[in-house]
């Protein structure tokens, strides 16, 4: 048969098997965020950088919008970072934080080397803390493992209390295991398969998840409370506020009759004999 260059052979009717290559991920969106396995972050470091973050862009131009607190830490802790106002003297609780200016006289707190000395010192807070969560991250997955039968890693771990990713890449996943059950009466072999699961952890109740409110204590008065009637001078004790003081006295206990004359004959020495 002569065949041209035209003429159409069985094979080209066969579809390739091959795949094009996949569009990157990058070509499609480059808004689009990457997928990290970092575990979320607790509220103490979102606190902890949001804290930093308003330190670092420090301009010493931010009031307080809900006004301070006046409790002078009888309330609330002492401030670590700014606990006195060295314009006005005024004691500053935990309330009120670095980067806002006084609640009283309106002043900043903060001078160049206090502000860098601050950064320095919450970047070092948010490391311990993100030591500490990952630290406990991993007893509770130990835990859940040796509750489930899984053997802890011989390796030991790259830093105290965090197991290495090479370790956990090793460690084998938790298997099926199967049982052999004669049934008595039908006389036949019954394979059962068990798959472990593991121990669901405690979600979080709602009194842990709600925040506390902390109640704040107002500016005090401008105007200082007395009175502008004269003292009397043949009652220079007497109440000119105006606030109604009723004098009461106080309750003495009543004792039966005899008691005390009983004390004093037990309490008087003995007579020598004569």
């Known amino acids: 048969m002569h065949k041209t260059a035209w003429t159409s052979l069985p094979s080209d009717r066969i579809k390739p098997t091959h795949k094009p290559p996949a569009q990157s991920s990058d070509s499609k969106g480059k808004g689009k965020a990457k997928a990290s396995n970092e575990p979320p972050k607790s509220s103490e470091v979102k606190r902890l950088e949001a804290l930093a973050d308003a330190v670092r862009r420090y301009k010493g131009t931010e009031v307080d ?3 301070g607190c006046f409790c002078q830490a009888r309330e609330h802790a002492l401030s670590t970072y700014t606990p006195i106002c060295l314009s006005c003297g005024l004691i500053l609780c935990s309330i009120n934080l670095p980067h806002h200016k ?3 006289c309106l002043s ?3 001078d160049p080397a206090l502000r860098e000395a601050i950064t320095a010192r919450l970047e070092a807070s948010i490391a311990d803390t993100l ?3 990952a630290a406990a991250r991993a007893r509770a997955q130990e835990e ?5 039968g899984d053997f802890p890693s011989l390796g030991g771990p790259t830093a105290p209390g965090v197991p290495s990713s090479a370790d956990s890449a090793l460690r084998p996943p938790p298997q099926a295991h199967k049982v052999l059950s004669l049934n008595s009466k039908t006389k036949r072999v019954v394979i059962s398969s068990y798959t472990p699961s593991p121990t669901p952890s ?4 709602r009194s842990d998840a709600k925040e506390e409110v902390q109640t704040r204590v107002n ?3 401008n105007e200082v409370a007395y009175s502008r009637e004269p003292l009397q001078p043949a009652r220079p004790w007497a109440n000119v506020v105006g606030d109604a003081i009723v004098y009461r006295p106080p309750v003495k ?3 039966p009759k005899g008691e005390g004359k009983r004390r004093r004959k037990q309490n008087r020495p003995a007579e020598s004999a004569s």
């Open 219 to 221: 500016r005090p008065p």
């Open 202 to 205: 405690r979600p979080p109740s």
């Open 131 to 133: 030591a500490h969560e």
């Open 102 to 104: 006084c609640p009283s």
């Open 144 to 148: 859940q493992r040796r509750a489930v």
């Open 65 to 67: 919008s809900q006004g």
């Open 108 to 110: 900043a707190l903060l």
């Open 253 to 255: 206990d009543a004792k």
